[in-house]
């Protein structure tokens, strides 16, 4: 892979179809310089590697996980989706309309 994955109709993790769908560096961008990830993936693909999400869901991620966790264990949407407090806010948010925001993260509200 040595290009950025084209841009969905929809978040990646919640599946709404959201006008403005920014860009997760699945392995993030703080973290390029790490020599076990590099030897790993390699730089090309850490640069392209990424998951196309709404707003609120990348917002929560960056909540729930440090930037650590995110590169060596969260590294693909499939194990961001399989993280217990992602899954329960994307289930959450996903029956939301596409113009939702939530004012403060689901955890907040507990």
């Not at 998951?51 to 693909?76: F, G, N, V």
Request: aromatic residues 8%; hydrophobic residues 35%.
């Amino acid at each position: 892979m040595d290009r950025k994955p084209k841009r969905p109709e929809q978040c990646e993790l919640c599946q709404r179809p959201v006008p403005v769908l920014t860009e997760h560096h699945l392995i993030p961008k703080s973290r390029h310089q790490d020599r076990k990830l590099i030897k790993a993936y390699g730089k090309p693909f850490m640069r392209v590697n990424i998951a196309w999400l709404c707003s609120p869901c990348h917002k929560h991620i960056h909540r729930m996980l440090t930037e650590r966790q995110l590169a060596y264990d969260y590294s693909s949407v499939d194990a961001l989706k399989a993280h217990p407090d992602v899954a329960d806010f994307v289930g959450w948010l996903a029956a939301k309309p596409s113009d939702f925001s939530p004012k403060t993260s689901r955890k907040a509200r507990r």
